[in-house]
């Protein structure tokens, strides 16, 4: 950078930079440099966390307390997607471990299988890293009649 002084010419103490323009890819061709993309373990935890949801069978994320937190966060419109997500990540590789409940009557390993592929495929694709392992840990069924027990009564609140 030139160092200019109001009373003289540019100082010489550092070497100025090249003012060439800089140089945008045309259509068609790949912009290449050097850096390093840094993607923060929340983020992956996201991904795996989306991913988990979306597979039938199951009912929720994370354990008792994380759910319980998970509720008073439904209740202010904010949801934690990564709850019940546990990641441990690389330069290029992540372990994942997830906690559920299972609806009832589903099949156990076939949830815990279809997990693995789902969060495993997302974060491959979307994230770009390799996932070395998936660890799921099934806590509890939720039982349909779990709902009707949770809401209150009418005739109890009067």
């Known amino acids: 950078m030139d160092l200019i002084d109001s009373n ?4 010489t103490s550092k ?8 140089s945008l890819p045309l259509t068609g061709e790949s912009a290449t440099g050097t850096g390093k993309t840094v993607i923060n373990d929340g983020v992956v935890a996201k991904v795996a966390g989306i991913a988990a949801r979306e597979v039938s069978g199951v009912h929720a994320l994370g354990g008792g307390a994380a759910r319980a ?5 439904e209740a202010m ?5 990564s709850q019940g ?15 559920i409940v299972a609806e009832y009557p589903v099949q156990l390993q076939q949830v815990a299988d279809d997990i693995r592929s789902s969060v495993i495929r997302a974060i491959e694709d ?4 390799e996932v070395t392992e998936v660890n ?11 709902d009707a027990d949770a809401e209150p009564s009418k005739a109890a609140l009067r």
């Open 8 to 11: 003289g010419p540019a100082s």
């Open 85 to 99: 997500i546990s990641v441990e990540v690389g330069e290029t590789q992540v372990a994942v471990d997830v906690t």
């Open 69 to 73: 937190l998970g509720a008073i966060r």
């Open 15 to 22: 070497t100025p930079r090249s003012r060439a323009p800089i």
């Open 77 to 81: 419109n904010s949801t934690d997607v």
């Open 136 to 146: 799921v840990t099934i806590i509890d069924i939720h039982l349909p009649s779990d």
């Open 126 to 129: 979307l994230v770009g890293l």
